[in-house]
Antibody, heavy 123, light 110 residues
Framework: QVQLVQSGAEVKKPGDSVKVSCKAS????????IHWVRQAPGQGLEWMGW????????NNAQKFQGWVTLTRDTSISTTYMDLSRLTFDDTAIYYC????????????????WGQGTMVTVSS | QSALTQPPSVSGSPGQSVTISCTGT?????????VAWYQQFPGTAPKLMIYEDSNRPSGVPDRFSGSKSGNTASLTISGLQSEDEADYYCTSYTTTSTYIFGTGTKVTVL
């Protein structure tokens, strides 16, 4: 059974950085993309970026260029989302989600989601 | 890049059909066959309901269907049931190899 398990809740101060992890199990690390999506309290979903764990290729939404870094550790099937220079507006649930690609064809479907990680920015 | 436009809310009685629209541009919705729809209940992660504009993953009831015309994609729920009351989001791949979500629609079953 494919699962994405994320790290636990974080409380940070403005200006801090936060690193959220997403560990995949029950799936080969090759042939898929991991996406990061956030949801502020009472708000909608916001796509942040993707990383292809097999190659390390990545891309962020323009809004997050320069302050969101996506990385991976293939030895432990884990990807990371690093968000710097936190402000109160970054208080949100952060999700990772898996997009399966087969034979180079990607569906654009986020099939599996992590449980979410609550990041609270508070002074 | 602005979010795709969805109506804030739609409602219907049990058994009726409701349709949620998702309007984008030629750089996203109409550029590829990669519009997806997600259902989300409060406090839970989103669930994939439709992918590649109109495909349904296994396990999703066939009363959920997707379509697209030009820059607007649509999700139709036929035979509305009380358990369909949730928030729904569309998303699309874009010409800059990124994704963009819709603003979200709350479906209420009267």
């Amino acid at each position: 059974q494919v699962q994405l398990v994320q790290s636990g809740a974080e409380v940070k101060k403005p200006g801090d950085s936060v690193k959220v992890s997403c560990k995949a199990s029950g799936y080969t690390f090759a042939g898929y993309y991991i996406h990061w999506v956030r949801q502020a309290p009472g708000q909608g979903l916001e796509w942040m970026g993707w990383i292809k764990p097999e190659s390390g290729d990545r891309n962020n939404a323009q809004k997050f260029q320069g302050w969101v870094t996506l990385t991976r550790d293939t030895s432990i099937s884990t990807t990371y989302m690093d968000l710097s220079r936190l402000t109160f507006d970054d208080t949100a649930i952060y999700y990772c989600a898996l997009e399966e690609c087969s034979g180079g064809h990607c569906t654009g479907a986020f099939d599996i989601w992590g449980q979410g990680t609550m990041v609270t920015v508070s002074s | 890049q602005s979010a795709l436009t969805q109506p804030p809310s739609v409602s219907g009685s049990p058994g009726q059909s409701v349709t949620i629209s998702c309007t984008g541009t030629s750089s996203d919705v109409s550029a590829y066959k990669r519009v997806a729809w997600y259902q989300q209940f409060p406090g839970t992660a989103p669930k994939l309901m439709i992918y590649e504009d109109s495909n349904r993953p296994s396990g999703v009831p066939d009363r959920f269907s997707g379509s697209k015309s030009g820059n607007t994609a649509s999700l139709t729920i036929s035979g509305l049931q009380s358990e369909d009351e949730a928030d729904y989001y569309c998303t699309s791949y874009t010409t800059t190899s990124t994704y963009i979500f819709g603003t979200g629609t709350k479906v209420t079953v009267l």
